[in-house]
Every structure is written in structure tokens, then in C-alpha cells.
């Protein structure tokens, strides 16, 4: 498959293009979040705030304005959360409201066996766990190139830097992984 057949279509409305990239925005906030409910929140936002402020720009820049709404929502959730969390160990000695730890992603059973799903189940949290330890610029910049095959450019406008800073989080976030996935391969 070609870069060209992987990549959507400009949408013809803004409902299509809502639709078409509603699921992978999800995976991808609740990557970077951890919380399903969350980064459902985090996903619902994104889509309003580029309804109620771009809906009047061409189809072709929603898609990197989409990226960079959720982006910057994903991060003020992070901050969000970071407060929370010191308020909450200064106050209550380390525990948060409901005493749980947050859901961990499981991988789809693709396997045959329950040995191809623990393969599986394994090699997905290597690698969430090693994308999670990526220092932040750089995690986006994998998943809006890598996961989202967003073009520099769109990965550029989207985290709101430079083509060449794209490139470089990039090669540095797969040096990163390579290293840490190493057992992996």
C-alpha cells in the first residue's frame, strides 16, 4: 500500500471529516492520557472548538488544525492532572479520590491462541510504555507522523513548530524507540 492509498481524502464536509478521524484521535488522546474517558472528553472538545472556530477554512488545513487543537487540549488535561495530583498527595498522603490506578490500553486479540495474545498483550505495552517515556515534543511528533501519517508539514502546523523541529523530534523519538524496543525486534 502506497502512502498515497493510506492517505484520506480531503472530506467533503465537516461531518465526514469529523467521522473519518474521530477513532484514531481517540486511540491517540487516550495513549497520551491513559484514561479512556478522558481522552474521549479531550476528543469531543478538540471537534467543537475546530467546529465553532474553523469550520469556514478550507477542508484541506482542518486536518492540522484538528491535530493542534488536541494537542494543546491533551496537554492542558496533563497540567491539569499535575496540579490535581500534588494538591491531592499534599492533602489526603499520596492517595487520589477512588484509591485505583488508571486503565491500562489492552490490544485487540488478533492471535489465534492465548499465547499469540500474550505476545501481543506484551509487545503492545512495551511499546505504550516506551512512546509513554518519550519526552513529550517528541511523542507527538511520532504519533501525528507515524500513527496519523500526517505530512511534515501538517505535523508542523499541527504542534505549531518548524518542518526541520518536526524532523528532528521525529528521528530522535525513533533512535529513542529503537533503543528501548531492541528485545522486541
Not at 57 to 82: S, Y
Not at 144 to 160: C, D, I, K, P
Amino acid at each position: 500500500m502506497t502512502a498515497d492509498e493510506r492517505a484520506p481524502s480531503t472530506p467533503v464536509s465537516m461531518d465526514a471529516f469529523l467521522a473519518q478521524i474521530e477513532r484514531r484521535a481517540w486511540r491517540m488522546a487516550k495513549l497520551a492520557l491513559g484514561d479512556p474517558e478522558e481522552a474521549h472528553d479531550a476528543v469531543q472538545d478538540a471537534m467543537l472548538r475546530l467546529v465553532r472556530s474553523y469550520r469556514n477554512k478550507p477542508a484541506d488545513e482542518w486536518t492540522p488544525l484538528f491535530w493542534g487543537i488536541l494537542r494543546r487540549r491533551i496537554t492542558d488535561l496533563q497540567r491539569r492532572r499535575k496540579v490535581r495530583s500534588i494538591m491531592v498527595n499534599w492533602f489526603s498522603g499520596g492517595r487520589d479520590d477512588q484509591g485505583e490506578d488508571m486503565p491500562v490500553w489492552e490490544p485487540p486479540d488478533h492471535g489465534p491462541g492465548p499465547q499469540r495474545q500474550l505476545a501481543d498483550q506484551q509487545a503492545w505495552e512495551a511499546v505504550s510504555e516506551a512512546v509513554q517515556q518519550l519526552p513529550q515534543r517528541q511523542r507527538e511528533a511520532f504519533m501525528l507522523r507515524t500513527l496519523e501519517q500526517l505530512s511534515v508539514a501538517e505535523t508542523a502546523a499541527a504542534m505549531g513548530c518548524s518542518e526541520g523541529s518536526v524532523k528532528t523530534h521525529l528521528s530522535r523519538a525513533l533512535h529513542s524507540l529503537r533503543d528501548q524496543l531492541e528485545d522486541w525486534q
